[in-house]
Nanobody
Framework: QVQLVESGGGLVQPGGSLRLSCAAS????????MGWYRQVPGKTRDLVAV???????NYADSVKGRFTISRDNAKNTRLMQMNSLKLEDTAVYYC????????????????WGQGTQVTVSS
């Protein structure tokens, strides 16, 4: 079974920085893509940033130049450095991964973390 564990959320003032971490555990054959989505009450869950198995990245326009996603393949971990945070970045951030577990390879599954709150407030 694949699990995603997030950490790093919290309260920060506008202009500040936070770093989110997402660690995948379990019997994993491959992680094809991994990243973060965010959601505020009453709205859809939207892509923030993703990094693929080949190292390609994709960012929401609203975070380009401020957020950076990176990976530590040895630890099946992805990091997202969030700089110059704005009030509108306040949301619950969910880690997402497209994973092929060993037991079902080459089939893939879509997995989610439990979410971590990021609050930007003065």
């Amino acid at each position: 079974q694949v699990q995603l564990v997030e950490s790093g959320g919290g309260l920060v003032q506008p202009g500040g920085s936070l770093r989110l971490s997402c660690a995948a555990s379990g019997s994993i054959s491959s992680i094809y893509a991994m990243g973060w989505y965010r959601q505020v009450p009453g709205k859809t869950r939207d892509l923030v940033a993703v990094i693929t198995i080949g190292g390609s990245t994709n960012y929401a326009d609203s975070v380009k130049g401020r957020f950076t996603i990176s990976r530590d393949n040895a630890k099946n971990t992805r990091l997202m450095q969030m700089n110059s945070l704005k009030l509108e970045d306040t949301a619950v951030y969910y880690c997402n991964a497209v994973v092929s577990p060993v037991s079902t390879w080459p089939q893939t599954g879509d997995y989610w973390g439990q979410g971590t709150q990021v609050t930007v407030s003065s």
